[in-house]
């Protein structure tokens, strides 16, 4: 009864979440609509007229760009330069005799849609070209001219400028041109033998974005000063200079402003090639305008899906409440920690599909968690083999033997490698806590062992390691090949009278990482190997290296063991390479 009740309940809390989240939420949303929405067209107008304006400036940057390429062929000009040296020589006293002004005109069609006018300016003053009225003036005193103070410090640099004087050779009054300026150099001493000077009419630059801005904009050229080099001014705005000062130091943005009444927009984008600003002013009000009809749309569609919401939500509500409420508490249990729940199927729908999944889901889970019980139980066991063989007390007592022997006998060279050795060795047992290490540190760790045990033994036996360098960084179970090299020493090597022989490789073959260690030890009867389920048995070593690979790798993987008495043994290892981090990553999740 309890359950009816507060199945009861929950519906209508439900009823009333519905209300307090879709139904009050859209109705003062319609209220605020026409700001939020008016908002949003902002935005999208703002990001509109950046794009066209971000075309535009890149457009003329091009432009600039190849005007200033033009500049460049006239600098690498050898005949231009050998006139020019030449005459500063005394060499030539008129360079008309010798066309120069015919040989400025040669790179006039460099551009195709900027036309200009170019000049070349002596040391001495004297102009030659095709400037429109240099004739007029036989000779230039630029001295005074900031820009040109600017050449003389900084003799590689290309200016943009606007000057009344070159005004004078290039246009007439009202018609203004803005110039490229640069030093020409003799290339062999780069001693100054000229000024060139490119002139460009601001009708070519208007051209270069006029037939970008619509009659409801403006658009301004502002320079580094804050001088206008050009403009379409269509909304007759005649801006003053203070409304551009404060972003000239900016490379891009927007914002609003009021000029005589009318709400503008203004966008402003570099050009890259001038460090000018490209102005945009644009009717805020206009482009806003052609939204209105949207947002009535968007009004109306809220009022009918919130009609269509309701009723929907009334009808379904009844029908789906209660396989929810089954469905939710046996969760609940689930999530207490009981898996034993089983949940009735009622509906013939999703909630009923949803309700036998999570059924399968838990059944899943429990023979999932069985299953990891089991397999990290012979996990941790195996694991626990391996501190044994890793940590094994015989090496213990050979190792401080050594020692001992090499400091009574005052090699303490010797002494001093070995504890190194030994040191290195435990250090990477006990405190690296990581399941993979490379190839490369297990081979170093390998040496640092195989070191101390060939002193144990007095040097009587020769170890050879061949391990391909495409697989160093391949990474490995850590301190998998020692408890097999540890075998081959106790029980190989060191009970043979003659001189031993241990052989260490390892290479790949199509993506198996393989190792080989073979010894000419007195060999043992392949036979006896289970033996090695005794747990006091010296082998114990090679049934836990198995083991771990296996519960690793899989099954496909692990060690197979080839020996005969007083003939040696091979131990061959085979596991997967792991190509990529993740791979190894994935192995270490698992082994957690």
């Known amino acids: 009864m309890m359950f009816y009740k507060k199945r009861i309940s929950i519906r209508r809390r439900l009823v009333y979440i519905f209300i307090s989240t879709i139904v009050i939420p859209l109705i003062i949303f319609g209220f605020l609509l026409f700001k939020s929405q008016n908002k949003m067209i902002e935005e999208k107008t703002i990001d509109s007229v950046n794009r066209e304006i971000t075309q535009i400036s890149d457009l003329m940057s091009n432009d600039f760009l190849n005007a200033k390429s033009i500049t460049n062929l006239f600098y690498l000009d050898q005949e231009l330069n050998n006139l020019l040296k030449s005459y500063n020589i005394g060499k030539i006293k008129d360079l008309e005799e010798y066309n120069i002004d015919k040989l400025m005109s040669r790179y006039n069609a460099g551009l195709n849609r900027i036309n200009f006018q170019s000049i070349v300016i002596t040391n001495d003053g004297k102009i030659y070209g095709n400037a429109m009225f240099k004739d007029d003036k036989k000779r230039l005193h630029l001295d005074s001219a900031i820009w040109y103070e600017n050449l003389e410090k900084n003799p ?3 200016y943009w400028i606007q000057d009344d004087t070159l005004d004078s050779l290039f246009t007439a009054p009202g018609y203004p041109y803005v110039y490229i ?29 006029s037939g970008y801005v619509s009659e409801t904009s403006s658009v301004f050229i502002i320079d580094e000063d804050n001088n206008i080099i050009s403009s379409v001014d269509n909304l007759n705005l005649a801006i003053e200079p203070a409304i551009t000062k404060d972003y000239l130091h900016q490379h891009s943005g927007s914002f609003k402003h009021n000029i005589g009444g009318q709400n503008l927009l203004v966008n ?15 009717d805020l009000n206009f482009l806003l305008s052609a939204f209105d009809s949207i947002n009535n749309r968007f009004i109306s569609l809220i009022i009918l899906y919130l009609i269509v919401a309701i009723l929907i939500a009334l009808i379904s509500l009844r029908k789906f409440t209660q396989s929810i409420n089954l469905l939710y508490h ?19 729908d999703e909630i009923g599909d949803l309700s036998q999944q999570f059924n399968l889901m838990i059944k899943n889970i429990k023979q999932l968690m069985n299953t990891l019980v089991n397999e990290q139980k012979a996990k941790r066991e195996a694991e626990l083999l391996a501190l044994q063989t890793q940590i094994n007390p015989h090496f213990l007592y050979n190792t401080f033997a050594s020692i001992r022997y ?14 190194l050795s030994f040191i290195r060795l435990m250090k990477n047992i006990l405190s690296d806590t990581k399941e993979f290490i490379t ?19 007095s040097n009587e036996v020769e170890v050879n390691i061949n391990i391909e360098e495409k697989i160093k960084d391949t990474k490995m179970i ?28 390892g290479y790949e073959v199509d993506g198996i990482i393989i190792f080989e260690i073979i010894d000419n030890g007195v060999g043992f009867n392949v036979e006896n190997l289970h033996d090695i389920k005794d747990k006091n048995s010296t082998r114990i070593g090679l049934k836990n290296i198995n083991d771990r690979i296996i519960l690793t790798y899989g099954k496909e993987y692990g060690v197979n063991i080839d020996s005969s008495p007083q003939k040696g043994t091979t131990v061959v290892l085979r596991f997967p390479k792991l190509n990529t981090k993740e791979e190894y990553k994935a192995y270490e999740y698992i082994n957690s």
């Open 181 to 209: 300026v640069r030093k020409l150099h003799d290339r062999s001493s780069w001693n100054p033998i000229g000024t060139l000077v490119l002139g460009i009419s601001e009708n070519e630059i208007r051209k270069m974005y």
């Open 330 to 348: 046996n969760m609940e249990k689930v999530k207490g920690g009981d898996l034993n729940v089983n949940v009735p199927v009622i509906s013939n």
């Open 478 to 505: 850590k301190l998998l090949l020692q408890p097999i090299v540890e075998n081959a020493f106790l029980h190989g090597l060191k009970p043979k009278k003659a001189k031993g022989h241990l052989v260490i490789n």
């Open 406 to 419: 090499l400091i009574y006998t005052e090699n303490k060279e010797d002494a001093d490698a070995i504890i």
């Open 439 to 457: 190839i490369e540190k297990e081979i170093t760790l390998l040496k640092d062992y195989i070191y101390i045990q060939k002193l144990a033994l």
């Open 156 to 158: 590689s640099n290309i």
């Open 268 to 282: 402003y984008y570099t050009i890259n090639a001038t460090r000018w600003k490209v102005f945009s002013f644009s």
